[in-house]
């Protein structure tokens, strides 16, 4: 069961990732995670990446790949694994079907979480996080106890940058021009499952697990 995760930013894709990797025993891989832990590590492809973030530079294609097979060659991937966040942008996609043809493997499935624009939007705007503790809410579907307080630390909630609707119109405007063509490269491979995000979270994860099997 070799997976990709696609869905625009909000959408709700790492949370359906995690669920499906638990359901079939199979490792949830973030790029976010590899790059943490090759940086961690120093490792060849670590030390490489950190030239670039540390100068505020985009880590090019290339490279991103190699991380991503060098993690798809450990153990743990043999019987299969879930990408989330990647590939982002058709060259990348076409790197990985051809490192993936080297190791003499592919992709089963691409899964889309189609949600519209309003509703990420409406969805992250909504959003208020504990800067003490960590704790997140959502004003209309997880409210704190009180208003604008955390219910763990009783801190005061805020409204994260990454969460202001203008930035969140940033983001689906990058996920628009640089990976929505994905849904159409994997659906011309014949390889696209696309599922209603905007269903509760239980009822996503259901659709997803119809598709792929018990």
Request: charged letters at 30%.
């Amino acid at each position: 069961m070799r997976l990709i995760m696609l869905g625009a930013p909000g959408a709700g894709k790492g949370t359906q990732a995690k669920r499906v990797a638990a359901k079939y025993n199979i490792p949830h891989i973030s790029t976010g995670d590899i790059f943490r832990d090759n940086i961690k590590n120093k490792t060849e492809l670590g030390i490489k990446a950190k030239q670039y973030i540390d100068k505020g530079l985009l880590v090019p294609d290339e490279l991103v790949v190699d991380i991503v097979a060098d993690r798809l060659l450990q153990d743990d991937c043999k019987e299969g694994f879930i990408l989330d966040g990647f590939p982002r942008t058709i060259p990348q996609a076409e790197s990985l079907d051809k490192a993936l043809m080297s190791m003499k493997t592919k992709i089963n499935y691409a899964i889309n979480i189609d949600v519209p624009d309003e509703n990420i939007v409406r969805r992250m705007s909504g959003r208020r996080a504990c800067l003490n503790c960590g704790a997140t809410y959502h004003i209309k579907y997880n409210p704190p106890k009180k208003e604008d307080i955390c219910d763990n630390c009783t801190r005061e909630l805020v409204l994260r940058d990454d969460d202001k609707e203008e930035t969140v119109l940033k983001r689906l405007e990058i996920y628009h021009k640089q990976t929505s063509p994905l849904i159409e490269y994997y659906g011309e491979k014949d390889i696209l499952i696309t599922v209603d995000g905007t269903v509760d979270i239980d009822d996503v994860t259901k659709s997803i697990v119809e598709i792929l099997g018990a």
